[in-house]
């Protein structure tokens, strides 16, 4: 495995030779939990790939309402508690065969669950689908496979199957509310032990957004102080500490050394946003870092990539960002969030591995008047 711990190495590999470091590993967990690559975030960097994420970015504006959706993130949480330290079978593949452990057990079954419960609501959306009026993603999934059905593309219809669209219905609404979710428990942590910059975000909504009304989405731009909070709150509260594991598709080179083609490539993004030599004070919570003399955002920090970059750049990022904005700014208009008294604001960190959040906590929360 090779890891990438600066910015100029990561930037090389994933900007520079994008298609280069643009597959994924070949690990059995993966395969198992894709249906055999059948999804956008572990499937190799096939044409496949290109038309299912085409096709997913085509129908990323829409809203989705669903009755089941409590139940759902109950069942997201406890599969990324489980999914985040890795598996032993995929250092001892031989164990898949012979005895599986507990651990992936728990997780395979959580895992047949969700999938059951998209491939019902693919049916319910074929049974009542309407080409000329696309309610949601589900729809533009099942509207992209009968246009090429109309086209009699039949190389693409072998990559929009059932259990394609299934995959990739999956990717996007696991992958992108769970990493939204702890984002969220990052963000309320680091404002209960922060008064004095919950204040002025506090202090610019109101000014900005006022108390009538929720904020909307034309607010964003002038909430530069709330946003540049929620973008330290990703820098230190980094979800996705080392991404998805990439692979090399050929021999290739990265900051000077030979990369075999198959190698496994890991962006250490926590390495990036606690790098000495582009953050001063690194372990200081301080927003000021992404405003310019004005208070308007600045341009994006160089070690600053929560998103990832090149062919593999999280998909959700354009719908992401105004999403956590909206979530962030509504929270800080209606409250204010505190410690219980004798309460530490360090925050701890639960989990490992491929995905992270803070420890259990307490806060108070108490509407503002």
């Not at 729809?139 to 109309?150: F, N, P, V, Y």
């Not at 925050?347 to 929360?365: D, E, H, S, T, Y």
Request: with cysteine.
């Amino acid at each position: 495995m090779v890891v990438l711990n600066d910015i100029e190495s990561v930037t090389e590999a994933l900007v520079k030779r994008k298609a280069e470091f643009a597959n994924r590993p070949n690990l059995p967990s993966l395969d198992k939990l894709s249906n055999g690559r059948k999804n956008i975030v572990f499937a190799n960097y096939t044409p496949a790939w290109k038309l299912h994420r085409k096709i997913a970015g085509k129908a990323l504006s829409t809203e989705l309402n669903d009755p089941e959706f409590q139940d759902f993130i109950k069942k997201d949480k406890k599969f990324t508690e489980l999914i985040g330290k890795g598996f032993v079978e995929d250092m001892f593949p031989i164990m898949y065969k012979i005895w599986t452990t507990q651990k992936y057990r728990k997780i395979t079954e959580i895992f047949d669950v969700i999938a059951e419960r998209y491939r019902k609501k693919l049916e319910e959306h074929k049974k009542s689908f309407d080409r000329d009026y696309i309610r949601d993603f589900t729809d533009a999934l099942i509207l992209a496979r009968q246009e090429a059905e109309d086209e009699e593309d039949k190389e693409v219809l072998s990559e929009l199957t059932d259990l394609h669209l299934v995959n990739t219905i999956s990717d996007i609404f696991g992958a992108g509310i769970d990493t939204s979710r702890v984002t969220m428990y990052f963000a309320v942590h680091y404002m209960a032990g922060l008064p004095e910059i919950q204040a002025k975000v506090h202090e610019e909504i109101d000014r900005v957004v006022g108390k009538n009304r929720l904020p909307g989405v034309k607010d964003r731009e002038n909430l530069s102080y709330t946003e540049a909070t929620l973008h330290e709150v990703m820098r230190l509260g980094t979800a996705v500490p080392v991404g998805v594991p990439h692979s090399t598709l050929c021999d290739t080179t990265v900051g000077g050394y030979d990369v075999p083609e198959n190698t496994m490539v890991m962006i250490n993004h926590w390495a990036l946003h606690h790098d000495p030599n582009y953050w001063k004070d690194v372990d200081t919570f301080d927003p000021t870092r992404f405003l310019n003399e004005e208070g308007k955002l600045s341009m994006k920090p160089e070690s600053w990539l929560p998103f990832s970059a090149g062919r593999r750049v999280c998909l959700g990022e354009s719908v992401a960002k105004p999403e956590l904005h909206l979530m962030f700014a509504s929270i800080m208009q209606r409250f204010k969030i505190s410690l219980p008294e004798g309460t530490s604001p360090e925050i701890l960190i639960g989990g490992g591995g491929a995905a992270i959040q803070p420890a259990p906590f307490k806060i108070i929360v108490k509407e503002r008047k």
